[in-house]
């Protein structure tokens, strides 16, 4: 039976290719558990959708109901007649299949339409409208292209419903910006074509090291086979698209560590399209690092810290599906002795606007209470965050303060202006819980994340369990207190 190119197989391939091909032809008993974050979105994105479905106010055409073969046939029924909207639909045309949530009545024929329990843009702030998704818009163009195969298309305008009630359409035929001419059309026409090749078994893939692969049920054996491969992409920033370019020069980290730079390089060019000089050095210079046994981390250069007798490591938790910061956490040291340590926690009990409000609040008047300090953070994530809560409640600090409290002289990204900028590591990544369990730091909790502690709120809000609750705030208190085992880890390195 040939296999079908499905709007979900193309929503995988744009964040991954191989996960493609693993789903095809990898054995499925080598496959890890389903990620509970993960089943909690496939939950939540169900249950939105119905709770959309419910609200609407117009008549529409349910196919939820039937099996797959009676939904495509009911669907082309529903067309014929000219329905004005039909939910739940099945379409399919040459070797494409789709399940659009929506098909809608446009100019004489049919627009598609998805319900997404995410935003249907990214990058969104007060000043840009933010850009189309792009794992969305090739499930949308497929739709889109199998309507136009069937002679029903009402246009290259689909559209996503998405968790702010928003209507966002997806103009295909436009370019992504002006520095990308290529359109959505064009992105799909392209992904759709290497979809087909991995189908066909005519274009292979490889595995690659990065950030969303800890949610994937490959990652086991995935991780497993980039080690046996000595992959490039265990460098730390060098992903897949440097990979790609690198490898018919240089087959794995091995390689890379013992290779001449300069006959791979002109000036500050090299023979690697999109990589520079600069960046070829940094890249060997890790590989190095990670070929040699023992290697230990060091500094690049020295690191200049501001002083204060106190000192507080901060760290947020937020939740994206519910758009809210649900915890502010807090560990707060005196004079450099642990054994002054001290949790402090601010927790929205409810995931309500009026609960993340009072949270931010008290968080923002124990910082206030608590100054002169130094406030250590991982990533600009706090400060971006912070920047967002100020602008939904005013009342509770100006912009300027919110900036204020963020500057060098008082605050420090430990990522961005300690470890990535001024250090090397023999890992693969700089996540902090890569750099501080390097540190042999240990988490309390088995299965320590960002993503795990979103779903255990979710849980708690739903059960009241104080067992859940207490796991937040040990998982919260755990990345603060890394925070500082790294400060106290890099004070203490040597200058290479």
């Keep these: 039976m040939k296999t079908s190119i499905t709007a979900s197989m193309l929503y995988d391939l744009v964040q991954c290719p191989h996960r493609v091909s693993m789903d095809l032809f990898e054995d499925f008993t080598k496959k890890d558990p389903i990620n509970p974050f993960v089943q909690l979105l496939w939950e939540k994105g169900n249950a939105f959708e119905q709770e959309v479905i419910e609200g609407l106010q117009v008549p529409f055409v349910n196919l939820r109901p039937f099996s ?256 809210i910061c649900y915890l502010h956490g807090f560990v707060e040291r005196n004079g450099g002795e642990n054994s002054t340590e001290r949790y402090v926690p601010f927790l929205a009990e409810q995931p309500t606007p009026e609960e993340e409000e009072r949270a931010f609040a008290q ?35 100006t912009e300027e303060e919110i900036e204020e409290i963020f500057t060098p002289e008082v605050s420090v990204d430990l990522y961005q202006n300690v470890v990535r900028s001024k250090t090397e590591w023999p890992t693969n990544d700089f996540s902090m819980k890569t750099i501080a369990s390097f540190l042999g730091f240990k988490w309390r909790d088995p299965h320590p994340s960002g993503a795990a502690s979103i779903e255990w709120y979710h849980r708690w809000v739903e059960t009241g369990d104080p067992k859940i609750r207490q796991r937040i705030l040990d998982y919260n208190e755990d990345d603060c207190r890394a925070m500082r085992v790294l400060l106290d880890a890099v004070q203490g390195f040597e200058v290479a």
Excluded at 82 to 98: E, H, Q
Excluded at 376 to 384: A, H, K, L, M
């Design 68 to 323: 797959d073969q009676e939904r495509e046939q009911r669907t082309k029924e529903a067309m014929s007649r000219g329905d004005t909207l039909i939910y739940g639909g099945r379409i399919s045309a040459d070797d494409l299949l789709g399940d659009p949530d929506l098909l809608r009545w446009k100019e004489g024929g049919y627009v598609a339409g998805d319900i997404k329990s995410g935003a249907g843009v990214e990058g969104a702030s007060e000043d840009t409208d933010g850009k189309p998704k792009k794992h969305y818009a090739v499930q949308l163009s497929l739709y889109t292209d199998i309507l136009e195969r069937m002679g029903l298309s009402g246009g290259r305008t689909p559209f996503i419903w998405d968790v702010h009630g928003d209507e966002v359409i997806y103009d295909l035929d436009v370019p992504q910006g002006a520095r990308n001419p290529q359109s959505l059309w064009g992105l799909y026409q392209a992904s759709l074509a290497t979809a087909k090749n991995i189908v066909e078994g005519s274009e292979k893939t490889l595995p690659a090291y990065a950030g969303i692969c800890k949610l994937c049920h490959w990652y086991t054996s995935c991780t497993s086979r980039l080690r046996e491969l000595n992959d490039l992409t265990l460098i730390p920033e060098l992903g897949r698209a440097k990979r790609d370019v690198m490898v018919p020069r240089i087959s794995g980290i091995k390689h890379l560590a013992e290779a001449d730079l300069e006959k791979l390089s002109d000036g500050k060019k090299t023979v690697f399209s999109g990589i520079g000089h600069g960046s070829l050095e940094k890249f060997q210079v890790r590989a190095r690092i990670q070929c040699q046994p023992g290697a230990e981390p060091y500094l690049k250069e020295p690191i200049h810290l501001p002083h204060s007798e106190l000192e507080l490591f901060f760290d947020i938790e937020t939740d994206p599906m519910r758009d």
């Design 363 to 397: 968080a923002w008047e124990y910082v206030q209470a608590n100054r002169p300090c130094v406030i250590y953070y991982y990533s600009p994530y706090e400060r971006t965050f912070w920047r967002k809560l100020q602008k939904l409640y005013p009342t509770i600090a």
